[in-house]
């Protein structure tokens, strides 16, 4: 069943935007996004740009899925060498996109067409503002497999100023500007041209979040945008994300293109700092980045390792007696709702009994779990089931 949402899909008559999907060795995860867009029927609002450099091995896959799909959507497929670095492919590819906006989505993420479109009219409403984005859930199984979710709050920064911005983003683990917001394409393209060239690295993460701050406020709406699987193990994630990934946080100084990548994010930083009529002197920049770097990656590295018992501590207590006592007592109150006992043993048979009684709530506010949204008590119900529906079809091909 195809969704028809004329309301979301009238807000883009005069303006288009293009979902660039950078693609490894994954194309069953591309297979699964895309067969999801068709069922939103989105065909006439967005283009979208395959960013592929996958090995040979992978080229017939690709290939059967351009054919698959071209007839579908508009699709753009574009080949790169299978060493290329991903900041670099990014901002290749986004030198191909035509239109104002723009979301780089990753082909292991679901993502909802109807939220993507009302961020781009949110941008439209305010100028002051460089990119939206809308609410994340994480899905996955349980040890039995059933499915469950968790809430990713994403929170935004409330400073006008840009440099009371770029703290935010580098102090608040909360606080998420990423690729996968929906962005003015030439915002983009600035933030990702000083660091393109070099590995997408920890510190690389710092510096695109800074300069994220930079360009412009980041409008929240409060809809399910992304839904993102746990269906891959760190180690794998490496060998079919980003070639040459690199995840030692604490070797950032020591890196060789360290100093170069440096000095091209501070001359970026000074020119989108003056765009926005920002007067910073570059060693007051300088020093700013420099304790983002040491409060970001060393200092925290450091206070986890020296108080290693207190996260111990932690865990013990979120496992203990008493927790799960608390929970029994909370399952038992949503019994005394009798639309609940009515439906209880469909949606433990579907989801499991731990999953139901930690995410079934009395409150129907609650929004994000997959109770809730299986229930179709919140506003993103239809479109959560599309990419529900969607995970579920592709079971046996991608593991959870």
Known sequence: MKIDNKKNLNIMKEQEITILLPTFKRPD?????????????????????ILDSSPIEFEKKYNELNLKFKSKLKINYQKYDSEIIFTKKILQGLKLVKTSYVIVATDDDMYNPHTILECVKKLNDNKDASNATGDVILIGKTSSQNYLTYFTRNNISDETSPINRGWDACLNTDYLITL??????????????????????????????????????????SKLMIVRTKNLSREEYRLTSLP???????????????????????????ELL???????????????????FLLRFLGKEYFKNQNNLIYQLQSFLMNSIFLKISKLIKFFKILRNLTNILILPKLIKIYGLPTISSQLDENSKINYNIVT???????NSKDFKVIFESLKKFENKIDF
């Open 274 to 292: 003056l765009k926005n009529n920002v007067n910073i002197d570059n060693n007051k920049n300088r020093d700013i980045l420099i304790r983002h």
């Open 29 to 49: 995860h591309l297979e699964r996004l895309l067969e999801s867009f068709v069922v939103f029927d989105v065909v006439n609002n967005i283009s979208i740009i």
């Open 244 to 270: 040459n990934f690199n995840t030692k946080k604490e070797t950032v100084f020591y890196d060789v293109n360290f100093q170069s990548d440096l000095k091209n994010f501070l001359n970026k930083g000074q």
């Open 373 to 379: 949204l299986s229930k179709g008590n919140s506003s």
């Open 180 to 221: 996968n917001n929906v962005w003015r394409t030439g915002e983009l393209i600035n933030i990702l041209e000083p660091i393109s060239f070099n590995p997408y690295k920890k510190y690389t993460e710092c510096m695109y979040d800074v300069l994220s701050s930079y360009t412009g406020k980041t409008i929240l709406i």
